[in-house]
Structures are given as C-alpha cells and as structure tokens.
C-alpha cells in the first residue's frame, strides 16, 4: 500500500530534483550533483520521464514547457532560487556556503535564475534527446 500524501514515484524522506534532460546545463548540473552528493542525499527525474511528468502532475507545473528546476523534499516543492539554495545547503564543504545567498530578496535571487534559465539554451546548448544515466549513476534517479 503506498501513501497517497507522497508525492508518485517517491519514498518518505526521499529528495528529488526535477530537471530539463534536454538541457545541456542542466545535465551539467546532475552530474556535479552526483560527483558532489556522496551520500547520495538526492534522487533525480527529468522532467520528460514518466516520473518527472508525474511529479510535474502533482506540483502543478506545467508539464510541456518547463522553464526552472524543481526540488521536492518532504513534499513540498520549492522552485528556482529557492530550489538551488535549498540543494547546495546540503552539499558538503565549500558548496553549502553557497546557500548565504539566501540574504538576498527572492525577487532579486529569481530574476537572476530567470535569466539563465530562459536562455540556457542559446547559451548553453540542447541535447536531442535525453541522456540516459551511465549504470553506475542509474539508481540515483527515479523509477517505476
């Protein structure tokens, strides 16, 4: 039986970053995630998966453009600036003091990441389809 006030696809206490696979940053950003969370804190799920157009369903984000990054943790969902500060915080060493950022009015820190995330694309490139995770990173990211 699972428990219908999680949101799908995830455990109790499980924290998911929900990110753009077709993004080249994006995907830049998953694998520092991963080099940088050894003890594998964060699951991942793109959002053009199943799970990721599921959880999508649940927050209500819209599921056919998706212009930020996406971070559930004890359900609640937390978005952009909120989203990144909230993951770097739980990063080890040097990376967490990245979260002081915080100091600065959300209106400021969300204009910032809406710049980027609007055009990371141009700047950054697209893949033409997802990425699929090496085996060895596979059970970092969300399944059936």
Partial sequence: MTDQSLPPFTQAGERVVLFDGLCKLCNGWVKFLIRHDPQQRF???????VQGQALLAWSG?????FDTMAYIEDGQLLVRSDALLRIVAQLPGPW?????????????RDWCYNRVALN???LFGRYDSCLL???DHERR???D
């Fill in 120 to 122: 990371r694309y141009r």
């Fill in 141 to 143: 990211f969300l399944h």
């Fill in 61 to 65: 984000l819209p599921s056919e453009r």
């Fill in 96 to 108: 967490r003091l990245l979260a002081l950022l915080r100091v600065l009015p959300r209106p400021v």
């Fill in 133 to 135: 995770p090496s085996a």
């Fill in 43 to 49: 699951r991942l799920a793109s959002v053009q998966s």
